[in-house]
């Protein structure tokens, strides 16, 4: 069972390039997130989704695309990548609203 | 949104009981209080949730009044290894996501 697995763990990137991150989890969880974190900050969140085929404003989700493809996996894409979304950006998953998240690792992104 | 507001830091010496309390003001009656750790360079981890009372479990308890515009962590004997950031969160049931907000947390340091 490894919970909540992130991919890739570093990247960097040039100002106007893509990428996609791939979270994955195996707890057969309802609900997943993705958040970001600045240097000293608490976490924002990006996008989230209740459920295959879903997803969801956050707090802060210009610049950000989501898809629940399948049940098990939540993937962000950064369609032009600028300097802001330079970050730590974690995923999570919970088995339903308002229950326990279930982190992953993260994956530190420097956009230059 | 039922904004919260924690101490920025705190310090203790190992062996100490630790209270963070954390205020939310407009909460409303369907939300409920989560606290989660964490570790420099990981994801965020749950620790406890409540929603009125009292909740204990095995490394924390949660005292919440009766108006419950406050929450107060509790964690008892402190060691080094607790030094973490804890963060305070308010869970609305009704359009949960909608308004899920990390705050910037409470840095705990334990000292020898």
Redesign the interface.
Known sequence: NAGVTQTPKFRVLKTGQSMTLLCAQDMNHEYMYWYRQDPGMGLRLIHYSVGEGTTAKGEVPDGYNVSRLKKQNFLLGLESAAPSQTSVYFCASSYQAVYEQYFGPGTRLTVT | LAKTTQPISMDSYEGQEVNITCSHNNIATND?I?W?QQFP??????II?GYKTKVTNEVASLFIPADRKSSTLSLPRVSLSDTAVY?CLV?E?EN???N??????TRLSVLP
């Open positions: 409920y989560t989660y360079s990981q994801g965020p981890r749950f949730q963060y869970e049931a949960y996501g909608q899920f907000v990390f705050g910037p947390g």
